[in-house]
């Protein structure tokens, strides 16, 4: 039996990224707790296509590869910068091109970043919704992130990490512990 699939989505076009850094640490975390086989993008890795394609179909390969990863995978950590409130105008175009039932009843951590506290809302407010019409299942800790919470691309907030702690023990819902000394502690 293969390892369950975990995908992980940066809505940035940065490198670094806060972003980036900050879905890798949730999915290094699910990785070591459930065994998962996974894969990291962001939108740099989806490339140009993107913003020329009003349909599936017109994505190069590379982008269909990605979406169809997202697709496929048993549970997902999308993350979003926040700008002006919101997440960026094509991270939510490349959502527009995944077909509403391919995220059904799929458990998806919800993550965003911003500059500061102002855009914490975001997650409840434009992610959580955002996914509820996809009727995906979004874990109940949404994990937000502003610029102390990191040094050098690397979360160094103990109030985060935390918070990170507790959103990925919440897929044992879906998903069971790859080590057996970590499940017999809950």
Known sequence: MSAPKLVGLAGSFNRP?????????????????????ASIYDLTD?????GQAQWRKELDETARHI??????????????????????GLFKHLIDLI???ELRAKPIIITATGGGDRHALMVEHQLRPLFGFFMAHT???????????????????????????????ELSAFFRHSNPALAAAE
Do not use: C, M, Q, W
Not at 22 to 30: K, P
Not at 46 to 50: A, C, E, H, N, Q
């Open 46 to 50: 989806v490339g140009p296509s993107l």
């Open 99 to 101: 077909d509403p039932h």
């Open 67 to 88: 979406l169809d990863e997202v697709a496929n995978a048993d549970a997902l950590i999308i993350g979003s910068p926040t700008y002006k409130g919101s997440y960026p």
């Open 139 to 169: 874990l109940p800790t949404a994990v937000y992130a502003s610029d102390r919470d990191f040094t050098d691309y690397k979360i160094v907030s103990e109030p985060l990490s935390a918070r990170i702690a507790e959103v990925v023990g």
């Open 17 to 37: 990224s806060k972003t980036r850094a900050l879905v890798e640490d949730v999915a290094g975390r699910a990785i070591d707790r459930y065994g998962f086989d």
